[in-house]
């Protein structure tokens, strides 16, 4: 069973229309959430963490926001340079598995000209 | 800042053939990681280091070794490759594996065949 899931799986944005990606996890006791963004050919990079619910975390035009059950990352009028993968993930809460992160699949954005 | 620092970038291998993957971190943490990631099924977990002189397996542990040679090195061994085990492969690291609340940092990936 997923712990994260992620959706869309794919968006597709004209230049400046704004959108919102979605994080859904089911891990009991959220201690965070990470936000990252992957280029291809890269490795993930960190964006954000969340700690509680009600949240919120901003840098350029993206601003990530946290409930009990999701985040959602929004994406205020993006430009071409903002496609790439987003990642969110949040560590297990679990003795056997402390310390470990479990990643959704992420959601690739397109921001087309 | 360099990071985190993977070699090599790309690998060819063929099939029964060892290679070691190599990751070395210049932010003094405690832990690190190494995760696989395929199309489809997002980033996965292989084995971890909490701490110089130990390590833990992953999600997807068969068919890998790991040896964390001291604070900034942790590598990854295949003894007898398998097309199975064509991916990319990240190397992470963090603080302090025990605190959740701190984010992972990756480096760049090995892209690596298996024919």
């Known amino acids: 069973e997923d712990q994260v899931t992620q959706s869309p799986e794919a968006l597709r944005l004209q230049e400046g229309e704004s959108s919102s990606l979605n994080c859904s996890y089911t891990?009991?006791?959220?201690?965070?959430l990470f936000w990252y963004r992957q280029d291809p050919g890269k490795g993930p990079e960190f964006l954000f963490t969340?700690?509680?619910a009600g949240e919120e975390k901003e840098k350029e035009r993206l601003k990530a926001t946290l409930t009990k059950k999701e985040s959602f990352l929004h994406i205020t009028a993006p430009k071409p340079e903002d496609s790439a993968t987003y990642l969110c993930?949040?560590?297990?809460?679990?003795?056997?598995?402390?310390?470990?992160?479990?990643f959704g699949r992420g959601t690739q954005l397109t921001v087309w000209p | 800042n360099a990071g985190v620092t993977q070699t090599p970038k790309f690998q060819v291998l063929k099939t029964g053939q060892s290679m070691t993957l190599q990751c070395a971190q210049d932010?003094?943490?405690?832990?690190m990681y190494w995760y696989r990631q395929d199309p489809g099924m997002g980033l996965r977990l292989i084995y971890y280091?909490?701490?110089?002189?130990?390590?833990d397996k992953g999600e997807v542990p068969n068919g890998y070794n790991v040896s964390r040679l001291n604070k900034r090195e942790f590598s990854l061994r295949l003894e007898s490759a398998a097309p199975s085990q064509t991916s990319v492969y990240f190397c992470?690291?963090?603080?302090?594996?025990?605190?959740?609340?701190?984010?992972?940092?990756f480096g760049d990936g090995t892209r690596l065949s298996i024919l």
């Open positions: 992470a690291s963090s603080e302090e594996a025990y605190l959740l609340n701190q984010p992972q940092h």
């Open positions: 280091s909490a701490s110089e002189g130990t390590t």
């Open positions: 891990v009991s006791g959220l201690r965070g």
């Open positions: 993930a949040v560590p297990s809460d679990r003795g056997s598995t402390l310390g470990r992160l479990y």
């Open positions: 969340l700690y509680s």
């Open positions: 932010m003094n943490h405690n832990s």
